[in-house]
């Protein structure tokens, strides 16, 4: 077997719609040599039907990452999928939520039950997603990738999701300091704006990607999600093994220019 990611074992989450960055991470992986397996959440019809467009089958799970029954059992079902003791090697984290409250302009008035959400799905989530696997991915040290969207400016109606990912890629470099030693990679690639079912949850999202019709040099397709998927994959290879802790700007380098 040929490929970027061949003999490896990886497990993808938030493919929910076949215009995710996550589905095209799956499919890439795949195409890449790479075993994969999915989680879904809420509508696992939907993603077991999304999972039917990839090249080849790849087995769904149900995982909330807010239910420590989920959490607890996951290890065990990834390994009845993939066959007992042969480890998992990459982990992509794509899972972030915030209540409408918490989005769209509304900063000053966001009650911290809904900021205490959007942090625990957005970012303590990739710990604990982590954490639950840690039995799998030391059997042979691997990657965790998880998706992130630029933190170090103050973005139009990002509001609190904003935050979340500032915690998401502190979380990241804690856990890439306490995982190096078991030869556990952590980092993130920071996409440019997607049209996803995500992007659409997100009150006022055109004004935010208007930014990258203009400021992108190298250009920006709000309905490509495959260049931040590529990204996704070089860093589950190993091409990437000294590389952790690390923010992978895939942006059309919005993230770098100035006024």
Known sequence: MSGLLAGKRVLVTGVLTDASIAFHAARLAQEEGAEVVLTG??????????AKRLPKPAPVLELDVQNAEHLASLAGRVGEQLGEGVGLDGVVHSIAFAPQDALGGNFLNTGWESVATAVEVSAYSLKSLTMALLPLLEQRGG?????D???QVAWPKYDWMGVAKAALEATTRYLARD????????????????????????????????VWNTRAPIGWDLADPEPAARGVVALLSDWF?????????VDGGVHMMGA
């Open 41 to 50: 959440y809420g509508r696992l019809s939907l993603v077991e039907r999304i």
């Open 143 to 147: 990657s965790v990738v998880g998706m």
């Open 149 to 151: 969207f630029d933190a």
């Open 179 to 210: 995982l190096g030693d078991r030869d556990i990679r952590c980092n993130l690639v920071s996409a440019g704006p997607i049209k996803s079912m995500a992007a659409r949850s997100i009150p006022g999202f055109e004004e935010l990607a208007d």
């Open 241 to 249: 093994p000294k590389t952790t802790g690390e923010i992978v700007h």
